[in-house]
Nanobody, 111 residues
Framework: QVQLVESGGGLVQPGGSLRLSCAAS????????MGWYRQAPGKRREWVAT???????NYADSVKGRFTISRDNAKNTVYLQMNSLKPEDTAVYYC?????WGQGTQVTVSS
């Protein structure tokens, strides 16, 4: 049974940083492209970043230069380092391999 469990969300002031983690189990993690997505209140879920099995990364324009996606195949974990956070980054953040989804972790950026 595939499980994706996100952690690391919380409340942070504008300009602050958070690091999200997503631990995977029940799948051959290293062969999958993994992605982070987010959904703000009243909005559709949107793509944030992906990392391929080979380590190639891509980012939405809205987070490029501020967020960094990475993976540790030995730990079956994908990360999202978020810097220079803005109030508009407030959302529930999900990780996914496009088939399975985690339960999400709340990120709130507010003073």
């Amino acid at each position: 049974q595939v499980q994706l469990v996100e952690s690391g969300g919380g409340l942070v002031q504008p300009g602050g940083s958070l690091r999200l983690s997503c631990a995977a189990s029940g799948m051959i993690f290293s062969i999958y492209t993994m992605g982070w997505y987010r959904q703000a209140p009243g909005k559709r879920r949107e793509w944030v970043a992906t990392i391929t099995s080979g380590g190639t990364t891509n980012y939405a324009d809205s987070v490029k230069g501020r967020f960094t996606i990475s993976r540790d195949n030995a730990k079956n974990t994908v990360y999202l380092q978020m810097n220079s956070l803005k109030p508009e980054d407030t959302a529930v953040y999900y990780c996914s391999n496009t088939v399975y989804w985690g339960q999400g972790t709340q990120v709130t950026v507010s003073s």
